[in-house]
């Protein structure tokens, strides 16, 4: 079972990761390995209950939107672990310690840390998890489009607010200006995102 | 449905800024790691295998051992019957008396005190005092009198100093002495200390072990406008996820069973707390509360 939850994750993976660590942007690394920790035992738990593969990306990513909700409830109490639930064998591996996650880099952390949990866990399942909005709408469990769509137009909107007063990493800038020159509008939901805005 | 370019939305475009945080984000390498989460997946499902087996072992030798014995099983079920119903014993504050001295005779007091708006004059208990002047010049009382007069050597006077009890239904000592800091500081206080009143109360262990409390309305109210007043007052006092039962007492009287993880401590104490804040509410009754 083991392979084949490993096998389902790998194509997710990275994705996974950036979107676990940008969720949890208001707190440290090793609280963010918390949550992705929790989440994978979870989703390998619950693995043998998954009906349809095809939908593994999307239920992966719930269970970590679930699992950081569940957290965030905690709060002070997520610091503390009770002596039964410490991990008697391997430790989890430390994801989040290397230098390409740090705060310099991702500056965008610290305007993601100022959005509500819902916003940003609806801008990240857009822009990192690359759902389209029925699905974004399906993992926060909203009944509209409508929700959604207002939800990342407010998280955006506050994240160019936030991101205005702080520099942009200028090799990132330049290259991003230069690919979406190059892009095609290929999405199916730009349409409706563009009735956002 | 994925997306092929996430960062293609038209905002981006207009949002170089946003678009290059973004790219930053997705561009993280991320993928380094996951032979190492992989071999720790492993390891978790490996030992998740392990602990269910062994609690599997547990509960089958623990079943085996008492069906082969039916005797050891009946006597498990009498001990564990008799740990619900023998009754244990708790203190319980029921209440706080604010009692003090007041330098005026009792009409006076009553109307000193309930200036303060939290007074309730029902509560309040006035008694002018009688004292003696011994020739040696020290004082001591003789007699409480309700009115405030009273004939001493067929002369007839009015105390000049009153005792009071004020009874709060609060079941914060904390508040109950910042309360009775209010009352010191009023005009003509002498003294006012606050003391709990409390009871032996004896429960059966499995009652007190219950995650609940029992409210008593002294108006019948329908069912929704109870379950609404509740949850907005135990919204105030930040208590989420308590679930309101209704309960009918072999005497046909109704009451509210509030029960769940919102409900953190003392459960006497909730249930005065919620007491004091619902209008209606007659008493209170509550067993001890765990989250």
Same mark, same amino acid.
């Given at each position: 079972?083991?392979?084949?939850?490993?096998?389902?994750?790998?194509?997710?993976?990275?994705?996974?990761?950036?979107?676990?660590?940008?969720?949890?942007?208001?707190?440290?690394? !090793?609280?963010?390995?918390? $949550?992705?920790?929790?989440?994978?035992?979870?989703?390998?738990?619950?693995?043998?209950?998954?009906?349809?593969?095809?939908?593994?990306?999307?239920?992966?990513?719930?269970?970590?939107?679930?699992?950081?909700?569940?957290?965030?409830?905690?709060?002070?109490?997520? *610091?503390? $672990? %009770?002596?039964?639930?410490?991990? !008697?064998?391997?430790?989890?591996?430390?994801?989040?310690?290397?230098?390409?996650?740090?705060?310099? *880099?991702?500056?965008?952390?610290?305007?993601?840390?100022?959005?509500?949990?819902?916003?940003?866990?609806?801008?990240?399942?857009?822009?990192?998890?690359?759902? !389209?909005?029925?699905?974004?709408?399906?993992?926060?469990?909203?009944?509209?489009?409508?929700?959604? /769509?207002?939800?990342?137009?407010?998280?955006?909107?506050?994240? *160019? /607010?936030?991101?205005?007063?702080? %520099?942009?990493?200028?090799?990132?800038?330049? @290259?991003?200006?230069?690919?979406?020159? @190059?892009?095609?509008?290929?999405?199916?939901?730009?349409?409706?995102? @563009? @009735? $956002?805005? | 449905?994925? +997306?092929?370019?996430?960062?293609?939305?038209?905002?981006?475009?207009?949002?170089?800024?946003?678009?290059?945080?973004?790219?930053?984000?997705?561009?993280?390498?991320?993928?380094?790691?996951?032979?190492?989460?992989?071999?720790?997946?492993?390891?978790?499902?490996?030992?998740?295998?392990?602990?269910?087996?062994?609690?599997?072992?547990?509960?089958?030798?623990?079943?085996? =051992? &008492?069906?082969?014995?039916?005797?050891? =099983?009946?006597?498990?079920?009498?001990?564990?019957?008799?740990?619900?119903?023998?009754?244990?014993?708790?203190?319980?504050?029921?209440?706080?008396?604010?009692?003090?001295?007041?330098?005026?005779?009792?009409?006076?007091?009553?109307?000193?005190?309930?200036?303060?708006?939290?007074?309730?004059?029902?509560?309040?208990? #006035?008694?002018?005092? #009688?004292?003696?002047? +011994?020739?040696?010049?020290?004082?001591?009382?003789?007699?409480?009198?309700?009115?405030?007069?009273?004939?001493?050597?067929?002369?007839?006077?009015?105390?000049?100093?009153?005792?009071?009890?004020?009874? =709060?239904?609060?079941?914060?000592?904390?508040?109950?002495?910042?309360?009775?800091?209010?009352?010191?500081?009023?005009?003509?206080?002498?003294?006012?200390?606050?003391?709990?009143?409390?009871?032996?109360?004896?429960?059966?262990?499995?009652?007190?072990?219950?995650?609940?409390?029992? &409210?008593?309305?002294?108006?019948? =109210?329908?069912?929704?406008?109870?379950?609404?007043?509740?949850?907005? +007052?135990?919204?105030?006092?930040?208590?989420?996820?308590?679930? #309101? +039962?209704?309960?009918?007492?072999?005497?046909?009287?109704?009451?509210?069973?509030?029960?769940?993880?919102?409900?953190?401590?003392?459960?006497?104490?909730?249930?005065?707390?919620?007491?004091?804040?619902?209008?209606?509410?007659?008493?209170?009754?509550?067993?001890?509360?765990?989250?």
């Amino acid at each position: 079972m083991t392979d084949s939850f490993s096998d389902a994750l790998q194509p997710c993976y990275a994705d996974a990761l950036r979107f676990c660590r940008a969720l949890c942007a208001r707190w440290s690394p !090793s609280e963010a390995e918390d $949550v992705l920790h929790d989440a994978l035992l979870k989703a390998l738990r619950g693995y043998d209950r998954l009906e349809d593969p095809t939908r593994f990306r999307a239920w992966l990513f719930q269970i970590i939107v679930r699992t950081f909700r569940g957290a965030a409830r905690r709060g002070f109490w997520r *610091r503390l $672990v %009770s002596l039964q639930e410490l991990p !008697s064998g391997e430790a989890f591996p430390e994801v989040f310690h290397g230098p390409e996650w740090c705060e310099d *880099r991702l500056s965008l952390l610290g305007a993601l840390a100022t959005l509500s949990p819902k916003e940003r866990a609806a801008v990240l399942l857009f822009e990192v998890g690359g759902f !389209s909005i029925d699905e974004i709408a399906e993992i926060q469990g909203e009944r509209t489009h409508s929700a959604v /769509k207002s939800r990342l137009s407010r998280a955006r909107s506050r994240l *160019r /607010k936030q991101l205005g007063t702080h %520099s942009a990493p200028r090799a990132a800038a330049t @290259n991003a200006r230069r690919s979406t020159c @190059n892009r095609t509008l290929d999405h199916e939901t730009l349409d409706a995102i @563009n @009735n $956002v805005y | 449905m994925k +997306h092929s370019m996430p960062s293609t939305t038209s905002t981006d475009r207009d949002d170089p800024i946003l678009a290059a945080h973004f790219e930053a984000l997705r561009t993280a390498t991320a993928v380094e790691s996951f032979p190492r989460v992989r071999s720790w997946l492993e390891e978790a499902s490996r030992n998740e295998c392990r602990q269910r087996a062994r609690w599997r072992a547990r509960s089958a030798r623990i079943v085996r =051992l &008492l069906l082969r014995h039916p005797v050891r =099983l009946a006597a498990a079920s009498a001990v564990l019957a008799a740990a619900c119903t023998i009754p244990v014993a708790t203190d319980e504050t029921l209440a706080y008396v604010i009692s003090g001295r007041i330098a005026e005779p009792p009409a006076a007091a009553r109307a000193t005190l309930a200036t303060l708006p939290w007074v309730n004059p029902e509560q309040l208990t #006035v008694l002018g005092e #009688v004292t003696w002047k +011994h020739p040696d010049g020290t004082e001591t009382v003789e007699a409480y009198v309700e009115s405030g007069e009273a004939v001493v050597d067929g002369r007839k006077i009015i105390t000049p100093t009153s005792k009071f009890a004020l009874v =709060l239904p609060y079941s914060d000592a904390r508040e109950v002495e910042a309360r009775a800091r209010m009352m010191s500081g009023v005009k003509d206080v002498i003294s006012a200390v606050p003391e709990p009143v409390q009871q032996k109360v004896r429960r059966p262990a499995l009652k007190a072990a219950l995650v609940a409390m029992e &409210l008593e309305f002294s108006t019948p =109210l329908p069912d929704s406008a109870v379950e609404r007043r509740i949850g907005e +007052h135990l919204a105030g006092l930040r208590m989420s996820g308590v679930q #309101v +039962h209704y309960v009918t007492r072999r005497d046909g009287t109704r009451a509210i069973r509030l029960s769940g993880p919102g409900i953190v401590s003392g459960g006497a104490d909730d249930a005065r707390r919620i007491q004091s804040f619902i209008e209606d509410v007659q008493s209170s009754r509550a067993v001890r509360v765990s989250p």
